[in-house]
């Protein structure tokens, strides 16, 4: 089962390494911000799947990566590569404290508390002095796609590899004990308190890693556009549509949403939005695991009666 | 709430990844192929509306152009997509429009975030363009060659209320408004701007996009004492902050919001209060200037409503892109960006003309426009006034 | 600082908190009951002023008149919600939580887009009530006093109804012990349903309100909700003297705040005070238990 997800996985990565560069600029600019939500969804998935904590702030850590580069860029004059880096770094050191601070919080506590915490960096990051403010930071123009498109796939590689580590390893049935029984996990002996900001930590790289490159690709970053709620809006409802909790949820999540999108058109941008709700609330209340377990479900039904 | 963008993108690349390879460059069926306009329109999200007016404006010049015979002896189309307000989707869709439509020339998109974005596209394809909708000089700033802007510089908004202010001696200024690229850029040039007339600014804090309350700050402008306000407010703020000023009874002589107060639906929404506020159009009817009664005529006959000046600022970007097309007689891009940057041209918003180093607009002013009996009226510069304005703004026991 | 301006301050302060109040209490009906933190509150509330406003400008009818009818649509919307959608939740206990809040995410996506297609992306505002009465140095606004005394009335309303009715001795078994109250034969899933109806119509009254004080579109409803469940969180689940001396200490503190800081220390007080008050305090001020 494993291997045959690493053998899938790797043939994906791989297929999204090779076809880009073949392909126009608006080819590059599809796969990339495709291949930016899919690795933003990995990683929440963590934190929110494994880990049962729901963020709605983890958008937060994004806008960290992207004024990383952003401002080391145009202040420091350092390589956007190290840069963007050090916005993943940041992400996780920062992570630590949060974690122990925000994680005492349960369930929707948690939830709204990120997206009050999302808020409160993107305001901080509008009055800060060395932030250029609401002004935002203009980067050297360039022809960044392919680059800022390669480090946002490395990320994603990362970001499935550590999903996959979380699903086979002690600590992943550790942290899933932990969404079961917070309490039974405890007296079990697991040290809940550093699973869960472990988990957090991993949920925060990632999207730490990923806010670097997109100030690299768009070469203007503004408060308002990195420390966005729709990011994390869509995030989430990737995740929720292809199954919370999953490996193959984030990226079944955004297939599923192609569909959807391409039977409807552009034309109704409204319907739209309704028919993803109602897509939503049906798929929870029929599937309630969301896709990909259900498809698994029945495979293995199939392949007991074969 | 903007899925679309983001579905759109990850269906681009299923598509991609199943149909195969190199989009084939579309082969000219007929021996005259529209000439196809290209660009993005914030048709959801919190830009969209606006936006609705950008939109229009584009079509309604092309209605037109065709009507007359379109250009170069072609058609002309105009493709759109809705990059919902984000700048990375506007990206996207930049490229598609270059990449996969072959459109033959683009024009701008909505505000400067998206248009900063977006700027980088156009370089990077050498394809001029300009954008009718950021009057913010930053963007402009960075050593960008194909971009130009192709409305009135935001320095200029609050000069004829600047004038309002001295000529009637309310000289303690209270600065506020939204704390975002475009509002900040007009914030930022009213010090020297007071300086200059001898105004005095009392109090200057911007508030946070979607602020929850006003109360606070209007407690301050009260306690300031200020005799004029500049908020530099969209529509909701300006809305919101009305209400926090007359529920405190603030006693000003005059009140301005920038451009919220340009919607031609402030008054429905505002009532009464809206009388006396003042607001920041680029375009009016009145303006004698080429074919612009013609413009507003056949918009209001197309769309049902009075055009806007985001409707007026697009289709003038399209007078001018035409013009230079059939001028150069030609699609070639490099001319029509020396087109572009040294044009002088007069469209239905004045004269455009840009510093060609940069692109920075020179030539288009902003009006000075006010509600007054629940209607707009321009009231400054006073060559261009329909009206006197109405000084001190009313009393709020009498709106 | 001179006692008037303090004085005003707290006044400005407490009108703001009866705003805060009206946007929570149908959050905490809902949740008392059922444990949902309904993220779609906001949208509800949003809803309800968009309709609100083209009343007022098609009809000329006030909100105030319309409040009624405002409340029973809302009372049938929250209705119809628990029993199509979050009565269908799966009997899952340890992902109940996290399943129902996804499940609001899914309906409040879905009131934006219908809100979008209906009213489009337009601010929408009920130009109505917008003066102030003098008091001395103190001016007092309308229609912010308006929303104080409602959100007062429909507090105490909501406490009569759980104190001294058969019904709201219902609820508040089903919210302290379900399968007690099911034993006493209560019917748990009827009681649901009315706390959502109660809510929802409590959001309604609420949003019909706040069109005469703000500006809003489709997309203004999750800034609502997050408010409101700051309030909530801060004032305790379940109690509605929690919910309103909560409300209470938010306006305070984000009109001193915000006058003494900045705006962004204004825009921001509401949740610094929710994440310290829970780090601190999880059951908020008269909360119970908020586990």
């Known amino acids: 089962m494993t291997d045959r997800r690493i053998a899938a996985s790797v043939a994906i990565l791989a297929l999204c390494a090779i ?23 990995y990683g929440w998935n963590v934190i929110a799947g494994y880990g049962g904590y729901l963020s709605f702030g983890q958008v937060t850590f994004f806008g960290i990566g992207a004024y990383a580069v952003a401002l080391g860029v145009t202040q420091l004059h350092l390589p956007w590569l190290l840069c963007a880096f050090a916005g993943g770094a940041i992400a996780a050191v920062l992570a ?211 | 709430m903007r899925l679309i963008l983001l579905s759109r993108a990850v269906a681009g690349a299923v598509a991609v990844a199943v149909l195969g390879w190199a989009a084939p460059a579309p082969i000219a069926a007929a021996d005259q192929p529209p000439i196809v306009i290209g660009a993005t329109i914030s048709e959801t999200g919190s830009y969209a509306v606006d ?73 990077k394809h050498k394809m001029p363009m300009i954008s009718p909708e950021v ?77 929850s309350d006003y109360s606070a700050v209007t407690q301050k402008i009260k306690q300031a004492n200020a005799d004029a306000l500049f908020s530099i407010s969209y529509f909701p703020d300006a809305i919101g902050m009305l209400r926090a000023l007359k529920s405190a009874n603030v006693p000003l002589k005059l009140v301005y919001f920038a451009v919220g107060p340009s919607e031609p639906n402030f008054g429905k929404e505002a009532g009464k209060d809206a009388d006396g506020v003042l607001a920041t159009t680029n375009w009016s009817a009145n303006l004698k200037t080429p074919n612009n009664g013609e413009f507003a005529r056949d918009f209001a006959a197309t769309y049902h409503s009075a055009p806007d000046y985001h409707a007026a600022a697009n289709y003038s970007a399209l007078e001018v892109l035409g013009a230079a097309i059939a001028r150069v007689k030609s699609l070639d891009q490099e001319k029509l960006r020396d087109q572009f940057a040294n044009t002088k041209m007069q469209t239905v918003m004045g004269s455009y003309e840009v510093d060609p180093a940069t692109g920075l607009q020179l030539g288009y002013t902003s009006l000075t426009l006010q509600w007054q009996g629940g209607k707009q009226y321009i009231v400054a510069p006073p060559a261009m006034a329909e009206r006197k304005p109405i000084a001190p703004f009313p009393a709020w026991s009498a709106h | 600082m001179h006692p008037e301006l303090a004085a005003q301050l707290t ?77 269908r939740l799966p009997p899952d206990p340890a992902g109940a939580e996290t399943t129902s809040l996804l499940l609001a995410f899914g309906v409040a996506y879905f009131i934006v887009g219908f809100s979008l297609a209906v ?33 007062l009335a429909i507090a105490g309303a909501l406490a009569v109804l759980l104190r001294s009715t058969a019904l709201g001795r219902g609820l508040r078994a089903a919210s302290q012990n379900v399968e007690g109250a099911r034993a006493c034969g209560i019917d748990i899933g009827r009681m649901r349903t009315i706390s959502f109806a109660l809510g929802s119509g409590v959001a309604a009254a609420a949003g019909g309100l706040v069109s005469m004080i703000y500006a809003v579109n489709p997309d203004s409803g999750s800034q609502l909700t997050l408010l409101a469940f700051s309030v909530v969180a801060l004032g305790g689940l379940g109690s509605y003297a929690g919910t309103l001396i909560g ?32 780090l601190f305090r999880p059951s908020g001020i008269l909360g119970k238990s908020a586990t």
């Not at chain 1, 560069?21 to 690795?39: D, E, K, N, T």
């Not at chain 3, 444990?35 to 309800?48: F, K, M, S």
């Open chain 2, 51 to 123: 936006a609705k007016y950008a939109l229009e404006g584009y079509q309604l010049w092309i209605k037109e152009q065709n009507a007359k015979g379109g250009l170069l002896g072609r058609k002309i189309e105009l493709k759109t997509y809705d990059d919902a307000s984000d700048p990375a989707t506007a990206v996207n869709l930049y490229e598609r429009l270059i990449d996969q439509d072959h459109v033959d020339v683009i024009v701008g998109p909505y505000s400067s975030a998206i248009t900063a974005a977006v700027a980088n596209v156009a370089e």
């Open chain 1, 96 to 306: 630590v404290p949060l974690g122990y601070l925000m994680l005492r919080l349960r369930g929707p506590f948690f939830a709204l508390g990120m997206l009050g915490l999302a808020q409160t960096t993107r305001i901080a990051a509008e009055a800060a002095p060395f932030t250029g403010g609401s002004a935002g930071i203009y980067l050297p123009p360039g022809s960044n796609t392919l680059p800022a498109y390669y480090w946002t796939l490395a990320v994603l590689a990362l970001a499935m590899g550590m999903t996959l580590w979380v699903d086979r390893s002690t600590f992943g049935l550790r942290l899933r004990a932990l969404r079961a029984d917070e309490r039974a996990a405890g007296t079990l002996g697991v040290d809940v308190t550093r699973f869960k900001v472990m988990a957090f930590v991993i949920s925060a790289i990632v999207p730490g890693l990923l806010g670097g490159g997109y100030a690299w690709y768009l070469t203007y970053v503004d408060p308002a556009s990195v420390f966005s709620t729709h990011i994390e809006l869509q995030t989430v409802a990737m995740v929720i549509l292809g199954g919370v909790g999953t490996y193959w949820g984030p990226f079944v999540g955004g297939a599923l949403m192609s569909q959807v999108s391409q039977s409807l058109g552009a034309r109704f941008p409204q319907g739209h939005l309704m028919i993803f709700g109602g897509l939503i609330v049906a798929l929870l209340i029929a599937l309630p695991r969301g896709i990909v377990p259900a498809l698994t479900a029945a495979l293995a039904r199939r392949s007991a009666r074969a």
């Open chain 3, 119 to 151: 009213f489009t992306g337009d601010f929408r505002s009920v130009a109505y009530l917008t003066s102030s009465w003098q008091l001395g140095p103190i001016s007092v606004g309308q229609s912010r006093f308006v929303a104080f005394v409602a959100a």
């Open chain 3, 11 to 87: 006044v400005d302060g407490l009108l703001l908190g009866g705003v805060f109040a009206l946007a929570a209490l149908g959050l905490n009906v809902i949740f008392g009951v059922t444990r949902i933190v309904n993220l779609a509150h906001g949208e509800i509330i949003v809803l309800a002023a968009l309709c609100a406003a083209v009343v007022f400008q098609r009809f000329g009818i006030t909100p105030i008149e319309l409040l009624p009818a405002e409340f029973i649509a809302g009372a049938l919307l929250g209705a119809i919600l628990e029993r199509l959608v979050f009565r």
């Open chain 1, 19 to 41: 076809l880009p560069p073949l392909g126009s600029g608006y080819v590059q600019s599809v796969f990339y911000i495709a291949v930016l939500y899919i690795a933003l969804a």
């Open chain 2, 135 to 211: 009057s913010a000089a930053a963007p402009f700033k960075r050593g960008l060659r194909y971009l130009f802007m192709g409305i009135a510089q935001s320095t200029h908004y609050v000069e004829g209320v600047i004038a309002l202010a001295k000529a009637n001696g309310y000289k303690r200024i209270a600065v506020t408004g939204e704390d975002s690229a475009f509002p900040r850029s007009i914030a930022g040039a009213l010090p020297d701007l007071a300086k200059a007339a001898g105004l005095d600014i009392v109090y200057s804090e911007l508030y946070p996009h979607n602020a």
């Open chain 3, 247 to 278: 409300a209470a200490i938010l306006g305070v503190a984000v009109s001193f705040g915000g006058f003494l800081g900045s705006a962004q220390i204004g825009q921001l007080i509401p949740y610094v005070i929710f994440i310290a008050v829970l």
